[in-house]
């Protein structure tokens, strides 16, 4: 393993303990004194860190062990929290640019939670993001956050970048005509809004100041921000695969990758879970072009494979000039 190599995987095992020290002061602020940790995650945190185990291994023909998940999972056992007050830092300018790895080497997930948990955990995480000042001249221009859609025990998430106008006034994401057109190849894939869940990098519309319309791609301050409500979704749901839409959405779950025109179509992984990079809608309303709808149905037709989804001839068959 090279010196470099080492030093990314301690700056990616300093940011998730940040994250974690983060989350668990955020539930102690909230009252919680206890969290429940699986045998298995208890284990994972006595462990040394892993740059410390890479430094000691001289040669390293296996990867990396995982690094702790974050304490959002269900336990078995209540653990005291944090024993001491942790002080945190403020993450760096440096650490805010880094990129993240584009593959994740999280663990396995761990036991999922009951329905009803899984359901109070949601209610409680989307409290905490409607109360959300974190950027503060989004929430004062917003009207409101958009906190995400659909079933939270689904096994489909799509992925996309921030509320737009319709979004925030609406405070539902994907509802303005890019939404609509995600709403065509959702049911295209013969499934429903309510059958998948539909969320965002930001939950908030990006603000343009002194503009009367337009949207502007989120800041990337403004991603580091919000995404730990994006990674708590995502880990109390569990989808089975996750559809990143469009580069900023892949930029936020994977860090910073190779142009969305390359990415798309070819299987990632973020904390163990298959993710389809694929276009935006709004680039499918720009570029209408056979060829391009036929590109981003290709990405669904992977998508439905991998869930065992049953795929008609006629599905199979759409947008290819043969059939019109
Ligand atoms: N574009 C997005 O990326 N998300 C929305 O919710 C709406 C449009």
């Avoid at 009252?31 to 185990?53: D, H, I, K, M, Y």
């Avoid at 993240?100 to 997930?109: G, V």
């Avoid at 539909?198 to 343009?208: E, S, V």
């Avoid at 990674?231 to 989808?239: C, K, N, S």
Wanted: with cysteine; hydrophobic share 40%; proline share 12%.
């Amino acid at each position: 393993m090279t010196p470099a190599t080492i030093t990314a995987m301690s700056v990616a095992y300093d940011q998730l303990l940040d994250g974690t020290i983060q989350h668990l002061q955020e539930l102690k602020e909230h009252g919680v004194r206890f969290v429940s940790l699986s045998p298995e995650t208890l284990a994972g945190l006595n462990q040394p860190p892993v740059a410390a185990r890479a430094r000691s291994q001289s040669v390293s023909p296996a990867p990396p062990a995982p690094a702790p998940r974050p304490a959002a999972r269900p336990p078995a056992s209540p653990t005291p929290i944090l024993p001491k007050p942790v002080e945190q830092k403020p993450p760096s300018p440096q650490a805010l640019a880094l990129p993240l790895p584009t593959e994740s080497t999280a663990p396995a997930p761990a036991p999922a939670l009951s329905p009803e948990a899984r359901a109070a955990a949601f209610a409680d995480l989307r409290r905490r993001a409607l109360a959300c000042v974190r950027c503060p001249n989004l929430a004062a221009a917003r009207k409101n956050v958009v906190f995400g859609v659909g079933d939270i025990n689904a096994q489909l998430m799509f992925i996309g970048e921030a509320p737009g106008a319709d979004e925030d006034t609406q405070g539902e994401p994907f509802v303005g005509k890019a939404g609509q057109l995600l709403t065509k190849i959702i049911q295209t894939m013969g499934l429903t809004r309510d059958t998948v869940y539909i969320g965002n990098i930001l939950k908030c519309r990006p603000d343009t100041p002194g503009q009367a319309s337009g949207n502007r791609k989120p800041t990337p301050e403004e991603m580091q921000t919000c995404i730990p409500y994006l990674h708590e979704q995502i880990d109390l749901i569990r989808p089975r695969v996750i559809v990143a839409l469009g580069a900023t959405a892949v930029e936020g779950l994977l860090g910073k990758t190779i142009g969305i025109t390359k990415l798309r179509g070819q299987w990632r992984t973020y904390r163990g879970i298959p993710l389809m990079p694929t276009y935006h809608p709004a680039y499918l309303l720009r570029n209408q072009s056979l060829s391009e709808k036929r590109r981003i149905w290709e990405d669904m037709l992977q998508v439905m494979e991998k869930l065992g989804l049953p795929i008609s001839q006629k599905q199979r068959d759409y947008f290819l000039k043969a059939a019109g």
